[in-house]
């Protein structure tokens, strides 16, 4: 059974981060933007995404924590993956909240804010990576 869920969380995880990583690369091009019809376009395309990885997170989350407690894993790389794990949830809520901004038409930052933004999930999953599979502390 453990491989089956280790297995499904890590499809839900990729799944999860492959909108993260496309959803602020969606803001890039929204800060350029001028024309309302490519802006309303690209805010359908953002909007989408953005709820179809909300509901990827969650099973991803929910299959880790059936690791966690359900085959009893342990480890100081556990808690450092933990911590990133709740800064990937906050950098997810945050896609939110600039989404939001979009919206309403209030965003304040430049395409190039958005385009060193888009690097921080790429951070993290690396490092979530390196500290599940080499385990080094």
């Not at 407690?69 to 997810?92: P, T």
Request: glycine share 6%.
């Amino acid at each position: 059974m453990y491989l089956w869920i280790k297995a499904f969380h890590i499809i839900f995880i990729a799944s999860w981060f492959a909108g993260l990583f496309y959803l602020p690369r969606l803001y890039v091009n929204l800060a350029q933007e001028s024309d309302a019809a490519a802006t309303t376009r690209l805010l359908g395309m953002a909007r989408r995404l953005y709820r179809f990885t909300s509901i990827l997170a969650i099973p991803a989350l929910l299959l880790g924590i059936w690791l966690w407690l359900g085959f009893d894993i342990k480890g100081g790389w556990l808690h450092a993956k933990l911590a990133l794990v709740v800064l990937a949830i906050g950098y997810h809520h945050a896609c939110g909240a600039i989404l939001k901004k979009f919206e309403a038409g209030v965003n304040r930052r430049s395409h190039t804010w958005f385009r060193w933004f888009n690097e921080v999930p790429v951070v993290l999953l690396a490092l979530i990576v390196i500290l599940v599979v080499v385990k080094p502390f």
